[in-house]
């Protein structure tokens, strides 16, 4: 399970969610200084690319007791089935990415889809196949079927460039108005609420509403820097989009193959906390810290270890765990990376072989912190300097009966934890703890605990 500050938001699909070419056109050049634009000039630059999409889908519905019962009376028989199907239909919007007639747009538009229309700015219709879907990134790439006459195309920018503040265009299919255009600002930037494995939305407050998913993000020089996804359930003013630089990396894989290959590296990791960070010596909470790792998978035969810190993907600096998510599986299965790791107090680079993620495998998993407050009383301490009451744990560790109030362990551990290791050093029982506790130590001490059948690390300031 990836960390992630878990918004609660909706998809801006309206209804229910329900040969390998050249890539599309894209604009290369970076951003330029934002520049002065009309906003009328801009759109009608721009919206012939952008088409509105209905996807009809059979769904089972479950018969009402009025159906079961009079049904056979009214000559409709349940079939032996307490469900019904029926054909539901969900409006979304997208746009097109070459002359050739591909669509890019969200894949919970289209998800479960056994019929998709799409139509555009001049009234053109046309059935459309999908070529290829990613669930994890939320994109999905469509063909239109016997494509006459030509297409406007849009042109992708790159959202790495973006900027908090610069001036942004929506243009989508809102509750079935077709072509409709908002604008705002880009709000932030690398937006993680808990949508996916791989979150790194623009937030922008361009108003985004349901029928808008799919549908593009435009700059202020017509280039398209996001895909608008999602809305904030209980918010205005508030959307999300995928960045464009997403698109890039997946929809030519969709088009080659009709789905995606990730790199894997066959870790569990967690984030690096400022106690963790002081306990290890890091002069910064950055990186991601490895957990637990796959016995023969990438990482061990790299030679990785729990209690490492991963601080860079070749020159790609990780702040943080989902980015270390992305990184690797952005990168192609087989290929070759150099891990920068912290490990005892120094930096080192570590070569590694990603192995390829499966359909169906989970992804990289990330331990969170608890925020649950742990119960005083119990038994008086007998490991006085963390300030927690200890008995032998089955199998080894020392599990922790009582937690002081007050003490290091306030807030940071539970009743219940079992501590395993000691900066590095493994725990075999209660009394080994109290020894390595009272050992000369950093302004904390590092931790490894199992928790619900799970290991994580944490970080113990002391002297409070």
């Known amino acids: 399970m990836l960390v992630a500050t878990v918004a609660v938001v909706h998809s801006c699909e309206r209804g229910a969610r329900g040969d390998s070419a050249p890539p599309p056109a894209v604009a290369d050049a970076p951003h330029a200084d934002v520049e002065t634009a009309d906003f009328a ?16 889908r059979v769904v089972a519905v479950r018969r009402t007791p009025f159906e079961e019962f009079f049904g056979p009376f009214l000559g409709r028989r349940p079939e032996g089935s307490e469900e019904r199907r029926r054909v539901q ?21 289209i998800e479960g889809a056994e019929d998709i229309s799409v139509k555009l700015y001049d009234g053109r219709q046309y059935d459309a196949d999908i070529v290829g879907r990613d669930d994890k990134t939320d994109i999905a790439l469509l063909k239109l079927r016997d494509v006459t006459g030509d297409l406007p195309v849009a042109t992708l920018g790159r959202s790495s460039d973006l900027r908090v503040g610069e001036l942004v265009l929506a243009i989508g299919n809102p509750f079935g108005l077709g072509n409709t255009v908002t604008h705002g600002i880009v709000s932030a930037k690398g937006r993680v609420i808990g949508a996916g494995p791989y979150d790194n939305f623009v937030q922008t407050d361009a108003s985004i509403n349901p029928g808008n998913s799919g549908g593009p993000l435009f700059d ?10 999602m809305i904030e359930a209980t918010g205005r003013g508030i959307g999300f989009a995928i960045p464009v630089d997403d698109v890039r990396a997946v929809v030519p894989q969709l088009r080659a193959t009709g789905r995606v290959e990730r790199g894997r590296i066959g870790v569990i990791f967690q984030p690096v ?8 010596g890091l002069s910064a909470a950055k990186g991601a810290m490895v957990v637990d ?8 035969q790299a030679g990785l270890r729990p209690g490492d810190v991963l ?13 270390l998510a992305r990184a690797i599986a952005g990168r192609k299965p087989f290929t070759e990376v150099a891990l920068t790791i912290f490990r005892d107090g120094e930096e080192k680079v570590v070569t590694a072989t990603l192995g390829r993620i499966e359909p169906q495998e989970p992804t990289a998993r990330v331990e969170q912190r608890s925020t649950k407050k742990p119960k005083g009383g119990g038994p008086p301490p007998n490991a006085p300097g ?17 937690i002081q109030p007050g003490s290091p362990a306030d807030g940071v551990l539970l009743p219940g934890d079992v501590i395993i290791e000691v900066d590095g050093a493994p725990v075999g029982d209660s009394r080994e703890l109290r020894r390595l506790a009272s050992r000369p130590k950093r302004p904390a001490m590092l931790l490894r605990v199992r928790r619900n059948g799970e290991e994580r690390y944490v970080g113990l300031p002391l002297g409070r």
């Open 41 to 56: 000039d801009l759109v009608e630059k721009v919206r012939g690319s952008v088409v509105n999409i209905t996807s009809k």
């Open 89 to 109: 239909q969900a409006l979304g919007s997208g746009f097109i990415v070459d002359a050739d007639g591909h669509v890019v747009t969200n894949f919970h538009v």
């Open 220 to 229: 202020m020089k017509g280039r398209v820097i996001g895909v608008n996804a």
């Open 273 to 280: 906390t400022d106690e963790i960070a002081m306990a290890v």
């Open 293 to 300: 790792v796959e016995p023969g998978g990438p990482a061990e």
């Open 311 to 323: 601080l860079k993907v070749d020159e790609e600096v990780i702040e943080g765990p989902e980015q």
């Open 386 to 402: 963390l300030g927690i009451a200890v008995e032998d744990a089955r199998g080894g560790g020392a599990r922790i009966v009582s």
